[in-house]
T-cell receptor, first 114, second 110 residues
């Protein structure tokens, strides 16, 4: 089925571990985004990508790494997880990046860091 | 970064009533979007209104934009239990990203 899928849906890990969240879209959208959603903060942009091999920082990039070797995939890696990174993470894609296109969201990864 | 701010934060209404929520922002924008999020799911795009538009309709949804007051409103008419969700506004001020508000929870009581 076409769409945007995130995996895993739930993840529990320990502080200091590396964890990678996966995102895959089938629309061939140029732009992809990673957000985190926390109570009281709404959605905050972590990183975004305008095309394969082009990535840029968002509002809260510290502690995260992204890559985009293929248009359809945009993994997010926490290199050394901290408790403050416990959150729900959403991936999104869009045809364009200038806010004049709707963004299409996955159903999120709920990440708990103990 | 600029963010939309929704008001009221939480709304509880009876099925069949209308629900109105507002969003304010601080700087000039190119576009404003509204999204819905059901519990445990991702955001779903509802409607986009451009800065040169004043009103837009989509089914039971009506969005208005007042750039002089830097505010937008989302009206859901004849609400249904399935409209229970959180609603977010998101603003585009030309820096290649959307800034989301904190969300507005709507509960429709059957």
């Amino acid at each position: 089925d076409a769409g945007i899928t995130q995996s895993p849906r739930y993840k529990i890990t320990e502080t200091g571990r590396q964890v990678t969240l996966m995102c895959h879209q089938t629309w061939s959208h140029s732009y992809m985004f990673w957000y985190r959603q926390d109570l009281g903060h709404g959605l905050r942009l972590i990183y975004y990508s305008a095309a394969a091999d082009i990535t840029d920082k968002g509002e809260v990039p510290d502690g995260y790494v992204v890559s985009r070797s293929k248009t359809e995939n945009f993994p997010l890696t926490l290199e050394s997880a901290t408790r403050s990174q416990t959150s729900v993470y959403f991936c999104a894609s869009a045809r364009g990046g200038y806010g004049n296109q709707p963004q299409h969201f996955g159903d999120g990864t709920r990440l708990s860091i103990l | 970064s600029q963010q939309g701010e929704e008001d009221p934060q939480a709304l509880s209404i009876q099925e069949g009533e209308n629900a109105t929520m507002n969003c304010s922002y601080k700087t000039s924008i190119n576009n404003l979007q509204w999204y819905r999020q059901n519990s445990g799911r991702g955001l779903v795009h509802l409607i986009l209104i451009r800065s040169n538009e004043r009103e837009k309709h989509s089914g039971r949804l009506r969005v208005t934009l007042d750039t002089s007051k830097k505010s937008s409103s989302l009206l859901i008419t004849a609400s249904r239990a399935a409209d229970t969700a959180s609603y977010f506004c998101a603003t585009d001020n030309g820096n290649n990203r959307l800034a989301f508000g904190k969300g507005n929870q709507v509960v429709v009581i059957p």
